[in-house]
């Protein structure tokens, strides 16, 4: 069966830093395009990031430009998303996602449809 398991959320105050990790299970990352999204109540879902398959080239939404940072592990078959200089803003479900043929060459592309996502991890911000 194949899997994605986010954990790392929490609350936090802000300006403070999370890592979130995002476990795969039965499929390798390495051969697939992933990606980070998050969802607030009320509000659409947004892409964060995406790492391309075929380069690594990894993109980031301008909310989160230069205090995200996105990464995935081969080995570990895990991808990460470090967060740091958080606002209440960044609160909400943040989920990754997978799929093997999604192709990126711009930010615009990480809102692609995946094959596989999770089921989310909790951010809150606030004091």
């Known amino acids: 069966q194949r899997q994605l398991v986010e954990s790392g959320g929490g609350l936090v105050q802000p300006g403070g830093s999370l890592r979130l990790s995002c476990a795969a299970s039965?499929?390798?990352?390495?051969?697939?395009?992933v990606g980070w999204f998050r969802q607030a109540p009320g509000k659409e879902r947004e892409a964060i990031s995406c790492?391309?398959?075929?380069?690594?080239?990894?993109y980031y939404a301008d909310s989160v430009k230069a205090r995200f940072t996105a990464s995935k592990d081969n080995a570990k078959n895990t991808m990460y998303l470090q967060m740091s200089s958080l606002e209440p803003e960044d609160t909400g479900l943040y989920y990754c996602?997978?799929?093997?043929?999604?192709?990126?060459?711009?930010?615009?592309?990480?809102?692609?449809?995946?094959?596989?996502r999770g089921r989310g991890t909790q951010v809150t911000v606030s004091s």
């Open positions: 039965g499929f390798s990352l390495e051969d697939y395009a």
């Open positions: 790492i391309s398959k075929e380069d690594g080239s990894i």
């Open positions: 996602a997978a799929d093997p043929s999604n192709y990126f060459l711009s930010y615009a592309d990480c809102s692609f449809s995946y094959d596989y």
